[in-house]
């Protein structure tokens, strides 16, 4: 057992701990029985602070990281919960199989994309990782061992996916592979001049398997929603046998340079260079390989170091397709007058129905990333406004700050995830720095 200090990705939370990585199932079990708080971790890559609680035990599963069973000829897969997405991904991509609901970066565990319901590009089309998890076996203080499914402990099952390790510790899953035809995928890229011109090029064909997402500028108001959507399509046709091996950047994604480099000069400078390579100097077609097109973090880790020591923000918002053109021009009209310093800003396809504290809906997800001042909280402040207004879903996994009232307002389960979750745990032995904010 060890004592340390440990920050979110996005560095607003930090607190000392206990953590325990532990590599058998009954020691699971042994240091689990001598603590009261506890919260399982998987890579610790969440932005917020989901994994850890000052003075509490955090459980590292990454040592829980075996293939269990595979079998072929049902594509299911059972594997230990600590296992990383590249890990899973160097066995399964070598069969033609995968699961297409990842998160964009490899070293997340698959017990983190669970206990977060993890989305991927294709979320229009595939919705959350939940479609793809067919048996689960979690580990908790006061149960034991149990086994959740659609036939067993239905209600602990669904409290799980996307429960932010409140039901214990998932230490084996069974998931549903899909196939993954092609080598690699065909990008194609559309320019947008607006957010609203964005949404009607990134909201067209759902029925079909495409990897869709767009880069839109946000250093000024003039410029505001400009850029490009990027549609990525499995190239069924190729012959060029680009690897599908992940290869790991050797770059810890949680060490940050001691000062901020982003400010107005640099996002402008930074995103007019992006802009105009990918308008002059790039194809508006080219192939792209599979840890390029799904995992585009691999390598550009430094873009969160950037941020220096006190950190980032990000809101990442899904908004009903018909209220879209409202949500952009009271985006736009706040962006006016606070003038936000927004580093990066996104949009991508959506399909879902939000239950519990599960991420997902059906619409346009939009992602904001901020530098931390105080005019941005401020700007993400009127955000907020325009969520509970709206009854939007703002992420609780990607933003720190989220008040716990706004989550109120736009998840109609959570006093009933809580009543469930105290129900199930009545001693309430496992919590983290981030459900201490819901009051669960
Ligand atoms: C660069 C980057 C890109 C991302 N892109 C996406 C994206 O495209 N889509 C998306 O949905 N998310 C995305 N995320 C968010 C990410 O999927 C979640 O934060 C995920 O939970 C992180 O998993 P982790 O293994 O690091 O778990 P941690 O951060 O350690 O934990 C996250 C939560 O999962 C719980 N947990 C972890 N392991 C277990 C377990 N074995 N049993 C029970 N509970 C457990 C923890 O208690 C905590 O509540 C991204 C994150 C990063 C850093």
Known sequence: MTKKKIYSLD???????FFKRPDKYKEIEIISSKFENIITMGSCNS????????????????????????????????????????DLFNFTLARGLWVPQIPGYPTITIGGA?????????????????????RIKI??????????????????????????????????????????????????IIETDSSNDTVKKINFDVKKETYCYSWNRSDSFKNFGKGFVFQNELNISSNN??????????SDINKNFIINFWNKYSVFFAQSVYQNYFKFLKSKQHEESFQKAIFPFIGKEFYFKLFGKKGFLESQIIVPFDKTEVFIDEVETIFKKH?????LYSLKNFKGEQKNLQFENDGICFTFDFVKNSKNLFFMDELDKICEKHLLTPSIIKDSRLKLETIEKCYKDLNRFKEEINKFDNKRIYKSTLTDKLMI
Not at 241 to 250: D, G, S
Not at 339 to 343: G, N
């Open 339 to 343: 003038d936000p310093l927004i580093t």
């Open 139 to 188: 580990f908790h203080k006061l149960h034991g061992w149990l086994n959740l499914s659609n036939e067993e402990n239905k209600d602990i099952f669904d409290l799980t996916i996307g429960g932010l390790g409140l039901t214990g510790s998932i230490v084996e899953v069974q998931l549903r592979l899909e196939e993954l035809s092609g080598n690699n995928f065909v990008t194609k």
């Open 11 to 17: 560095k607003n939370y930090s607190a000392d701990i």
């Open 241 to 250: 046998k680009l690897t599908k091996n992940i290869k790991l950047n050797n």
């Open 47 to 86: 932005y917020t602070p989901a994994s850890f609680r000052k003075n509490a035990l955090s459980i590292q599963l990454t040592k829980f990281n075996r293939i269990i069973e595979f079998d072929k000829s049902q594509k299911l897969i059972t594997v230990e919960a600590g296992i990383m997405l590249s």
């Open 114 to 134: 669970i206990a977060s319901n993890s989305h991927g590009k294709s979320c229009g089309f595939h919705g959350t990782i939940k479609k793809q998890i067919k």
